[in-house]
Every structure is written in C-alpha cells, then in structure tokens.
C-alpha cells in the first residue's frame, strides 16, 4: 500500500470579457493572421477593473471544491502558483482561505511564471506523501493583463487572464502505475536563461511592478527540446514511454509549440487538450485550466495517464505524470 495524491475535483473561473485579435488591430501594427499563425490564439480574457488574481483564484477553487464534494473545512491546505499576486505580500493563497471561509490550514504561493502549476502539484503531491496534508487545494491564477506593455506587440497579444483549480486528496494505492493520482513528477530551472523572459521590475530593483519583456524566438528554440525531455524523465521515473500517455495536458503558450512537443514525443494530436485558441497564455492557470476544460469536454476520463508540462520564465520548467 502506498498513499497517492488523487484528483477528486477540478474547476475554472475565466473572466467574462472576451477580447479577439482584431481588437489589437486598431492600436498595434499587427493582425489577426499573424497572432493566428504564429501562435493559435484567437481570443483571450482580461479580468475587469478591480478583478484581481485571487479573486478568480477564488471562484475556481468554489467549483473545484463542489466537484469534489468537499467544503472549505475540508481542506488542511492551499497553493497557490502565480506571478501576479494581488499584493507584494500576503500571499494568494491565505486569500483565498478568508474568501473561502476557511479559518484552519495553511496556505502559501509558489512562484514559477509558467511553469507554476508543475511546481505546484509537484509540493502539493509532497505535502500529501509527507503527512503534512490530507487534502489539497491546487490553483493557478493569473492577470498577465496587469503587466502588459500595450505598445509592444510581441507580447501583448499573446496573455490572458484566468484561474484553474484542483482537489488533491490522499488516498491508498497499489504503489504501481495503474493506481489513480500523481505517479511522478520532474523540476527543473537554470537562471542562466533569466533574460529570456522577465519584468522589468520589482520590490527590491525599481520599487514598482513592471512590464513582461521577452525574447519570444530564442525561448520558442529552447521550449520544445526542454519540455520533451522533462515529460520523458517524468515517465520514466515510473517507467512509462510515450504509449502509455492517454493525454498530454501541456502549457498553453504557442500551437507550434504545442505540436511540436507532442510530435517529438509521438503523441497524436488528438490526444492534445488544446486551449490556446480561447485563452492565450495564461501563464500558471493554463495547465489548471487545461485540465477543467479538458474534463467539462468529456476528453479527459477517470483512469486516463496524463501528462502536464511547461516551461516559463527562469527558465523554470518541468513536467507530471499524473493518472485522472
Ligand atoms: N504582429 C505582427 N508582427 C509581429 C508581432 C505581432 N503581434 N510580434 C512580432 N512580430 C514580428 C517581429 O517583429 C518579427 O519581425 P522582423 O522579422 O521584421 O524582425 C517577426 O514578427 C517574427 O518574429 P519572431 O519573434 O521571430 O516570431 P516567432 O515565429 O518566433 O513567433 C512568438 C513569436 C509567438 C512570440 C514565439 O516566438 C513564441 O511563442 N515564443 C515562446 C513563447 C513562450 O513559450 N513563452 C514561455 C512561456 S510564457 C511565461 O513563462 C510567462
């Protein structure tokens, strides 16, 4: 017998304003073919004014919870990933207890940028094994609206807002890869790449938030080798090869991304959860987001071997396996 950290409950919380590329043509030189084809993404959605991260952090981890059939007394912890917290400190996630009601437990952030919710399931899944929890919550929450640079059109087309959250609850297994809940999981990041993709701006730099910069091309180069390998040590941790995958569930930043890893990994496009087109880059929500979707779809079912990767700003990248 060993403990396993099962999804029982999956939910998301996407803001009601929806903007389309074409938006971005009347004040950027660019268009909705090149937002299209270079990156899949059609539309995405910004929070409205005075929406913030954990509200909608918030309103994911409500639906999270119904699905489980759980309350917030049931829960002994929550995590938050995101880069774009309401405040310096305290952190989303003791926000997200008082918004909840839950007045025992312990709740903290982790920061990854993209690759958050992988570094967030990865310590929930810890929590869990070591005792310390019997049932988690895991959300990824972002306004990457919030540090946009509107002139510059290699990045701000290509954000959005939105939250996604899951109930990970202890429960026994076999020990062996047929068990439901998280199998493996593997982290990764060297800041040797930091310049590829930052803020330019901070507490203790400049003293305000800042504005996203990236280098879009040279990242692009880096991410399908990066988040290839991760799922396959991932898997074969648990030595599991690319047959055993029912879905990749991957982080939503670019469609040639997307087919890229997956065809370097002999993974037929079908077995993609795809949400680029609607969403954007949604940063640590994308994967959480994913995966509801994936789920409210009647793609992902009870039993299916999913893998999840990202890879983000540090570079910070990694991958889980994960059985639904
Ligand atoms: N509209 C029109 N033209 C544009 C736009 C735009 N919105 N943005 C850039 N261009 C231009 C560029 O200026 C460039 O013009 P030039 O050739 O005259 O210099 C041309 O389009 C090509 O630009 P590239 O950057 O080479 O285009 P690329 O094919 O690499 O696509 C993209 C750009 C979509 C950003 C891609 O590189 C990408 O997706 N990169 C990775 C993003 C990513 O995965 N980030 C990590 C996760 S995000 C996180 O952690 C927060």
Same mark, same amino acid.
């Given at each position: 017998?060993?403990?396993?950290?099962?999804?029982?409950?999956?939910?998301?919380?996407?803001?009601?304003?929806?903007?389309?590329?074409?938006?971005?043509?009347?004040?950027?030189?660019?268009?909705?073919?090149?937002?299209?084809?270079?990156?899949?993404?059609?539309?995405?959605?910004?929070?409205?004014?005075?929406?913030?991260?954990?509200?909608?952090?918030?309103?994911?981890?409500?639906?999270?919870?119904?699905?489980?059939?759980?309350?917030?007394?049931?829960?002994?912890?929550?995590?938050?990933?995101?880069?774009?917290?309401?405040?310096?400190?305290?952190?989303?996630?003791?926000?997200?207890?008082?918004?909840?009601?839950?007045?025992?437990?312990?709740?903290?952030?982790?920061?990854?940028?993209?690759?958050?919710?992988?570094?967030?399931?990865?310590?929930?899944?810890?929590?869990?094994?070591?005792?310390?929890?019997?049932?988690?919550?895991?959300?990824?929450?972002?306004?990457?609206?919030?540090?946009?640079?509107?002139?510059?059109?290699?990045?701000?087309?290509?954000?959005?807002?939105?939250?996604?959250?899951?109930?990970?609850?202890?429960?026994?297994?076999?020990?062996?890869?047929?068990?439901?809940?998280?199998?493996?999981?593997?982290?990764?990041?060297?800041?040797?790449?930091?310049?590829?993709?930052?803020?330019?701006?901070?507490?203790?730099?400049?003293?305000?938030?800042?504005?996203?910069?990236?280098?879009?091309?040279?990242?692009?180069?880096?991410?399908?080798?990066?988040?290839?390998?991760?799922?396959?040590?991932?898997?074969?941790?648990?030595?599991?090869?690319?047959?055993?995958?029912?879905?990749?569930?991957?982080?939503?930043?670019?469609?040639?991304?997307?087919?890229?890893?997956?065809?370097?990994?002999? #993974?037929?496009? !079908? *077995?993609?959860?795809?949400?680029?087109? =609607?969403?954007?880059? @949604?940063? %640590?929500?994308?994967?959480? &987001? /994913?995966?509801? #979707?994936?789920? !409210? *779809?009647?793609?992902?079912?009870?039993? =299916?071997?999913?893998? @999840?990767? %990202?890879?983000?700003?540090? &570079? /910070?990248?990694?991958?889980?396996?994960? *059985?639904?």
């Amino acid at each position: 017998m060993s403990v396993r950290a099962v999804v029982t409950g999956v939910g998301h919380y996407l803001p009601e304003r929806i903007v389309p590329n074409a938006a971005f043509e009347e004040t950027l030189d660019t268009t909705d073919e090149w937002i299209r084809t270079r990156s899949g993404i059609e539309r995405r959605h910004f929070a409205a004014e005075g929406e913030t991260t954990s509200d909608m952090a918030i309103a994911a981890a409500r639906r999270a919870l119904t699905a489980a059939g759980r309350g917030p007394d049931d829960i002994d912890a929550v995590v938050v990933a995101t880069s774009t917290p309401d405040l310096t400190f305290p952190s989303v996630a003791t926000m997200v207890q008082d918004g909840l009601g839950m007045t025992r437990g312990f709740g903290f952030d982790v920061q990854a940028v993209c690759a958050g919710f992988v570094f967030a399931l990865t310590n929930a899944n810890a929590l869990i094994l070591a005792g310390q929890a019997k049932r988690v919550l895991v959300i990824g929450a972002e306004t990457f609206s919030r540090i946009m640079d509107w002139t510059d059109r290699s990045t701000c087309v290509l954000f959005g807002d939105g939250a996604g959250a899951l109930v990970l609850e202890a429960q026994d297994g076999t020990g062996d890869t047929s068990d439901r809940g998280i199998l493996s999981a593997d982290l990764n990041s060297d800041g040797r790449f930091r310049d590829m993709l930052y803020v330019d701006g901070g507490v203790s730099s400049t003293g305000h938030s800042g504005k996203l910069r990236m280098q879009g091309n040279p990242l692009f180069r880096q991410a399908v080798d990066k988040l290839t390998a991760t799922a396959h040590t991932a898997l074969s941790k648990v030595g599991l090869s690319d047959d055993a995958v029912d879905w990749i569930v991957p982080h939503q930043a670019n469609i040639r991304i997307i087919k890229g890893t997956a065809k370097k990994m002999g #993974v037929p496009m !079908e *077995r993609v959860i795809v949400t680029v087109q =609607d969403h954007g880059n @949604t940063s %640590a929500a994308s994967i959480p &987001l /994913a995966l509801s #979707v994936g789920a !409210e *779809r009647g793609q992902i079912k009870p039993g =299916d071997l999913i893998v @999840t990767e %990202a890879i983000g700003g540090g &570079l /910070a990248w990694g991958a889980v396996v994960l *059985r639904w």
